[in-house]
């Protein structure tokens, strides 16, 4: 097999749309472990009831990601699984696999949608691609409609964006052409979905991504005929956002959460494994002698070099290095690492041993055939392929090093140019490998021993000449930039300096943040995610100074500096106060040389960067410091990870573990995870079990808090409804799910009536009883003194619950709304009657406002709940009794709640109930009080006693309620008798016939005013309270008894008026009366017009004095 015709996968890119049926593009593609996984959870989303079938895959350029669209289309939609080359190849792979993907399609394919993005909207691109894969389907009057459909959506986009809900229906329609082709569902691969989410931030109205949304929960509710949506992406899809407005980052915040991310990226151990099986396939090149072959490759295996990767087993690693051969061992581990960093990861590194290019592995071996390809070469052929995409990197800077130093050295020998370019190239991948150029390993890679003479002699050489310089704390070297600031000599001055003056746990503490350690196994299987704190101690503390501060537990990292301390360390683990602890586990490590050597040199970098004026003003020695204090920190938390693992350096440290005042038996990584989610079993022993992510957690995003508060608000008014009345998927609607359909919170009753209930105790899989019973405990039990409600949730997130606090507001509503009868609560000590959504959304936001208390009732008081729901016609509980109780009286009149005129038991009754703080205090004790009774204990109460009560609550409630009318009718009779009239409704209607037979009259404003409201049309109680508002200028009902008073007074003055008035009308015959309006009629033709009118008046009122 030709090189020409290896590798051509990575060799040039895929357009998926062009080549996504071609066998060229597969022909040699190998289904790595990843993409097994990738396809397994494929096949999950097959499965009846699947509802994650809408994904994106995550990697960087070159990794594969469109060839691997590309077999995956050719997959799900091939005719003849039997013929086709992308089933012969996965199941040369994995023959399960292809089993069990063939057991899910059963027969049946896929009709594929292969979509590649571009700087345009997303509805355009679909509709694209859509219209032209319709084309290998059958022709009919169908398929004819459909591309006539899709042609008349694409021409609407020059007008305006294209609408979601038309290509949702013609997705639609397309689903249903494809079942009836023999097809089983549809599956829609975007490709480049990257440029298109570029085009939605650049132009959010055109460049919509709601469509995103929407073909995501289109796939998930695709059902049996499955919809499955792969989009492919080159970085985290929020990164695109990144320039976008607030509100826009949250809507593409609600997108992202409807696609479940697949980071797609091959381990580097993987790649080798790829490289070295391509390179078997081809053509034999010219290899070192077998015996110089297979002494390399022992030494390479060997724990010594460091250079074998941690994921691939010796026996493994040496029968790769052997046959990777003539390319040398360090360049095969090198490769992966270089080329991700610095190139396009696999298509860059395939390019390299394939492509004939200057320097390229093929170039290498046709030039010197039999020669070893090392790190030199590697240097010269990135140098010369991949410079200009280079010069653009983060680390150019330090490759440029490397090329300066040469250039400003011409007498180096060739060994000491080797030496310089295996160094840059080593150095390039420090941060992301676990290569060091450390003298040994230099020497391997150019010389294929650890310990030659002359590489050696050459180090030091170039040590000596300042162009390298070398690294104490992890042996390695590093290319020398130059600088004003020796920074060798002030670290060795730092080291004297610092020799001795620091201890190992405040060094760590002080730089370094201690990474938590999670209980795994208890974390998975309760759903709430619980880690220990990891503190690192020089000196036994007391437990009380060993609390938790954001996680659920505490590992107290020993780190004696010599027996005694250790010693003492070991009687501390197992004394009584620490072993009281659950929470609390001891770790003492005991090969701790090596960190001890790696802090001392954190300290002394430290105090050089303290203590180096001149550092302000060099910049390359900033930048040499920096860059010393980084690869420091970064081996110590190397060093770190292993710290605490019992097994033996250099694996481990032999760590000892403590716990409950015992040393544990472990040896092993997985025994220490064991002991972490042991001690949160035993920590949390009543820890509920919900499974949500977004709502079983400490703090709450932005949209879960949002979805927290609608799922509340639905509980509060659709509680009736099956699943709250939600529809669809939205965010609130995965957490009913799990926190109140799953477990049975929400249910329906024997009568089918959907309702909020208590946890079964036999069918309880969220374990939520325990808890349920404490807040029945608290709650119910607190009927004199109620409890905080901030306090019931501190109480709740303790052991050994440990409720996670953005779930307990939700199971507290619940609470609440299974005991409404039961439960009060309080909002800055005020009862809340009737609890809202508005109250609920301040609780929300601060439960410390908020109390809670027990209404349930039993003894005597029990019997007086009962009698006094009979008597307001109500549910015979606390709650609704006072409800009942306090609605009737403050349904009252203003003036009842102001009058004085009352009896005092009434008084006291009234202010009772308008300081009403506790429904409990008021029913059983203010009321009472308030009536001249002795409160109501639990105790047995006298029937008689309950009689009194009732007999004098309803005597007082029915002065309260007959104060307003009583002070009407005592106004309106003043009133009537002051107009000669007989009191009550009969005298009222007199004086309303009398106002009608007064039309015509001539009066008085006052007593003009006073006719009018007499004379409107209304009923007889509406006209008392019309005049009695007149003569008080204030209605009724809103009187003080400074307005009783007034309306009384005018009542009999402006009756009195009325009435005297009213007999000189009275008194005249018809004769008269018509005489009278004659003479009016004269007088009115004789009145001057130009007069004011209070002239006109003195004079009318002078001749009536004359007539008197």
Not at 82 to 98: F, G, V, Y
Not at 269 to 287: F, K, T
Not at 297 to 319: S, V
Not at 635 to 647: F, Q, S, V, Y
Request: with cysteine; aromatic share 8%; net charge neutral.
């Amino acid at each position: 097999m030709s090189t020409g015709t290896l590798g051509q996968r990575f060799l040039r890119s895929v357009q998926i749309e062009r080549d996504w049926q071609s066998r060229d593009v597969i022909a040699h593609y190998v289904p790595t472990l990843q993409v097994r996984q990738v396809l397994r959870r494929l096949g999950d989303a097959l499965a009846n009831g699947a509802t994650d079938r809408a994904w994106t895959l995550t990697g960087p350029y070159g990794t594969g990601k469109s060839v691997f669209a590309a077999f995956t289309l050719q997959l799900l939609s091939a005719v003849d699984a039997a013929q086709s080359e992308a089933w012969r190849i996965l199941r040369l792979h994995d023959s399960e696999l292809a089993f069990f993907l063939q057991e899910r399609l059963n027969g049946r394919r896929l009709f594929p949608i292969p979509v590649v993005g571009r700087r345009t909207s997303l509805p355009g691109c679909l509709i694209k691609s859509l219209a032209g894969q319709l084309a290998i389907l059958p022709a009919t009057a169908e398929r004819e409609r459909l591309q006539a459909y899709a042609a008349e959506i694409l021409n609407t986009e020059t007008d305006r964006p294209l609408d979601p809900a038309d290509i949702l229906n013609l997705l639609d329609d397309v689903k249903m052409l494809v079942k009836h082709s023999g097809y089983h569902g549809i599956v829609v691969v975007i490709d480049e979905l990257g440029r298109i989410l570029e085009y939605a931030a650049s132009d959010p109205v055109r460049g919509d991504i709601s469509l995103l949304q929407e073909l995501a929960e289109f796939a998930s509710h695709s059902g049996q005929d499955p919809v499955l949506v792969l989009g492919i992406l080159h970085q985290a899809f929020d990164q695109y956002a990144r320039y976008v407005d607030t509100a826009m980052r949250r809507e593409w915040a609600k997108v992202q959460g409807r696609f479940v991310d697949i980071a797609f990226i091959e381990p580097p151990e993987q790649l080798m494994r790829l490289a070295v099986d391509a390179l078997a396939e081809s053509h034999a090149v010219p290899r070192p002698d077998t015996e110089a072959i297979a002494a390399v490759a022992e030494i390479a295996a060997g724990e010594d070099l460091g250079l074998r990767p941690r994921l691939l087993e010796t026996a493994l690693f040496r029968d790769l290095v052997q046959r990777a051969a003539p390319l040398h061992p360090v360049s095969l581990v090198v490769l992966p690492y270089l080329f991700r960093r610095l190139a396009q990861n696999e298509r860059s590194l395939f390019t390299y041993l394939f492509a004939h290019e200057p320097f390229g592995f093929q170039d290498k071996v046709r030039q010197h055939p039999g020669a070893w390809v090392r790190l030199p070469d590697l240097f010269d052929y990135v140098a010369v392929n991949l410079g200009n995409s280079l010069s653009r990197h983060p680390l150019f800077q330090r490759w440029l090093e490397v090329v300066q130093k040469m250039d400003e050295h011409p007498e180096l020998s060739c060994v000491e140019v080797g030496i310089l370019k295996t160094i840059g190239v080593l150095d390039v991948l420090a941060e992301g490998s676990h290569l060091r150029p450390t003298p040994e390993l230099i020497s391997f890679a150019l010389a294929d021993t650890p310990g030659d003479a002359e590489i050696r002699t050459s180090l030091e050489g170039l040590h000596r000449r300042s162009l390298i310089v070398f690294r104490r704390f992890n042996r390695s070297y590093r290319v020398w930039e130059g600088s004003d600031v020796d920074i060798p000599m002030r670290l060795e001055e730092a080291r004297r300096r610092t020799a001795g003056q620091y201890r190992l746990g405040a060094t760590l503490g002080r730089y370094l943040k201690a990474r938590a350690q999670v209980a795994r196994r208890h974390s998975f299987e309760t759903g709430t995610l619980r880690f220990f704190e990891v503190r690192y101690l020089d000196e036994p503390l007391p437990a009380e100074q060993l609390r938790p501060q954001s996680g659920d537990g505490i590992i107290a990292c020993c780190l004696p500096r010599n027996d005694v301390e250790a010693q003492a360390f070991r009687e501390w683990a197992c004394g009584q106060e620490i072993a009281s602890r659950s929470d609390l586990i001891v770790a003492l490590p005991e090969q701790i040389s090596t960190l001890l050597e790696a802090a001392a040199e954190l300290v002394a970098l430290h105090w050089v960067r303290e203590n180096t004026p001149n550092l302000r003003d060099d910049r390359v020695a900033r930048r040499e410091l920096d860059t010393r204090t980084a690869e420091v920190e970064q081996e110590i938390k190397r060093l770190l990870d292993r710290l605490l693992d019992p097994r033996p350096a250099p694996v481990g440290s032999r760590c000892s573990w403590y716990w409950l005042g015992e040393k544990q038996p472990i040896d092993h990584p997985r025994g220490v995870a064991a002991l972490l989610s042991r001690a949160m079993d035993q920590h949390y022993s009543l820890s509920p079990r919900i499974w949500n992510e977004l709502i079983n957690r400490r703090v709450l995003s932005t949209a879960a808090a949002a979805a927290r508060r609608n799922l509340i608000e639905r509980m509060l008014t659709a509680g009736n409804q099956p699943r709250l009345g939600l529809t669809g998927f939205p965010p609130e609607r995965a957490i009913y799910e799990s926190v109140l359909f799953a477990t049975g919170l929400h249910r329906p009753n024997e009568h089918g009536e959907w309702g909020f209930h208590p946890p079964r105790p036999d069918k309880d899989p969220a374990r939520l009883t325990p808890l349920w019973e404490t807040m029945e405990r608290e709650i119910l039990a607190a009927t004199e003194q109620r409890i905080g409600l901030q306090q019931l949730f501190n109480e709740l997130a303790e052991p050994p619950f440990g409720a996670a606090e953005g779930v307990l507001p939700i199971l507290f509503c619940a609470f609440f709304l299974v005991y409404r009868k039961e439960v009060s609560l309080y909002r800055n000590g005020v009862f809340v009657p009737e609890p809202s959504v508005a109250d609920f959304e301040i609780l929300l936001r601060r439960p410390d406002r908020f109390e809670v208390g027990g209404a349930r009732v039993v003894g005597g008081r029990k019997l007086v709940i009962e009698r006094l729901a009979r008597w307001l016609g109500t549910e015979p509980a606390l709650l609704p009794v006072v409800r009942a109780l306090l609605a009737a009286v403050r349904a009252l009149p203003e003036h009842a709640w102001r009058t004085q005129r009352l009896p005092r038991a009434v008084i006291e009754l009234r202010e009772t109930c308008a300081r009403a703080s506790s429904p409990e205090r008021l029913l059983f004790f203010d009321l009472p009080t308030a009536l001249g009774e002795m409160p109501f204990g639990t105790e047995e109460v006298d029937p008689a006693r309950i009689d009194r009560f009732l007999e004098r609550l309803s005597e007082a409630l029915t002065a309260l309620g007959q104060a307003t009318p009583r002070v009407i009718e005592e106004a309106r009779d003043r009133l009537l008798e002051a107009c000669g009239l007989p009191h009550g409704m009969e005298g009222w209607k007199a004086l309303r016939a009398l106002a009608q037979r007064l039309e015509r009259a001539a009066f008085p404003p006052d007593l003009a005013g006073l006719l009018v409201r007499l004379r409107q049309e209304q009923d007889d109680e509406a006209s008392v309270e019309s005049v009695l508002a007149y003569l008080a200028t204030r209605p009724p009902r809103l009187w003080t008894d400074d307005d009783v008073e007034r309306a009384c007074t005018q009542a009999r003055i402006i009756g009195k008026r009325l009435r005297t008035v009213a007999a000189t009308w009275d008194c005249l015959t018809p004769q008269d009366e018509a005489l009278s309006e004659e003479i009016a009629r004269r007088v009115r033709e004789i009145l001057p017009v130009n007069v004011p009118r209070h002239v006109l008046r003195a004079a009318l009122l002078r001749l009536l004095q004359e007539t008197d």
